[in-house]
């Protein structure tokens, strides 16, 4: 019971990612292209709305449901951060899906969305195999 | 209502619900949204081979499995239950630029099944969508720490610049497929 909230959020947020079809390749390919605000509205909004959101957490001191403070930890940089980024964004413009937009494609009834999760989950793994030999 | 829902969403309805994520996390159980990690947690729970990156306590990150079960939930309450539209609105200049280019002729669906229909596996287009396209998406989001969701709109929410270096390492990637790369493959 403990996770519900986490199953009715991640439901919401399925929701909005399917109704906003920015889980569909021709949306990506319109925003790689430069021929539709519509991504950029939609990342761009998101980012102001959650951008307040956290300014207010932080200013007041909120603390969460459980009475815990309110902690992001922050990001550390290392050089993994763009060469990782960028091997992403290859992959972003090829499935026209990051990994938010694939669980909702496999709910959707998309069936490549089984197959690229699978080659995804083997690119995560093959990465956690051979962190240490990559540049950081 | 209904049919108000029914409809695609615009940007500013979207995005904004799309931020409002962010903060009821945070509020409801201390959590920062990211949704690249979950690959890791399956990983670390069915393969983890030894690995020292997957060995670590899974369990302890099941409320991001269980909210990723929650998106495709909503992925399928939102296109099968709801509906929606056969036919993305893409801009017509994308839809001539594609059908030029990438010599696409079906724009019914969320993807072009020209591209991802499961029986393109038997020649090599579709590997490269299908299945190089998924590992370049595994790959890159564990070694850059997070995908859209943990470093542009979480982590650009939290003022983090080194999720600013990310996106624009993305937003790079992208745009090398789309132009540099694309035009080679078709």
């Not at chain 2, 072009?112 to 020649?123: K, S, V």
């Amino acid at each position: 019971m403990k996770y519900f909230k986490y199953l009715v959020l991640g439901t919401l947020f399925g929701i909005i990612l399917t109704k906003s079809e920015v889980i569909s390749w021709f949306r990506i390919q319109e925003m790689f292209r430069f021929q539709s605000f519509h991504m950029y509205g939609v990342i761009g909004s998101a980012v102001v709305v959650g951008l307040i959101s956290i300014q207010l957490i932080k200013r007041n001191h909120l603390k969460s449901l459980n009475g815990e403070p309110i902690a992001i930890a922050d990001k550390k940089f290392n050089h993994g951060v763009w060469i990782g980024g960028f091997i992403f964004g290859l992959g972003w413009a090829l499935t026209g899906a990051c990994p938010g937009p694939l669980f909702a494609q496999l709910g959707s009834g998309v069936g490549a969305a089984a197959v690229l999760i699978l080659a995804a989950l083997a690119g995560t793994w093959t990465y956690s195999a051979l962190r240490e030999k990559l540049p950081h | 209502m209904l049919e108000l829902l029914q409809k695609p969403w615009p940007w500013y309805v979207a995005g904004p619900l799309i931020g409002l994520t962010v903060p009821a996390l945070l509020l409801v159980g201390n959590k920062a949204l990211g949704i690249s990690s979950s690959l890791r947690h399956v990983c670390a729970a069915c393969v983890p081979a030894g690995i020292p990156f997957l060995t670590y306590n899974w369990r302890a990150e099941i409320w991001n499995l269980v909210f990723v079960l929650g998106i495709a939930l909503g992925g399928f309450i939102g296109y099968r239950v709801l509906g929606h539209p056969e036919t993305i609105g893409i801009s017509a200049e994308t839809v001539r630029d594609l059908k030029a280019q990438m010599h696409l002729t079906d724009f019914s669906g969320l993807l072009p099944r020209e591209l991802f229909a499961l029986d393109n596996l038997a020649n090599w287009r579709g590997w490269v969508f299908l299945v190089l396209g998924g590992f370049l998406v595994g790959f890159g989001t564990r070694y850059a720490g997070g995908c859209t969701s943990g470093h542009a709109i979480s982590g650009l929410s939290n003022l983090q610049w080194v999720s600013l270096v990310a996106v624009i390492g993305f937003f790079a990637g992208g745009l090398v497929m789309t132009w540099v790369i694309y035009p080679l493959l078709f």
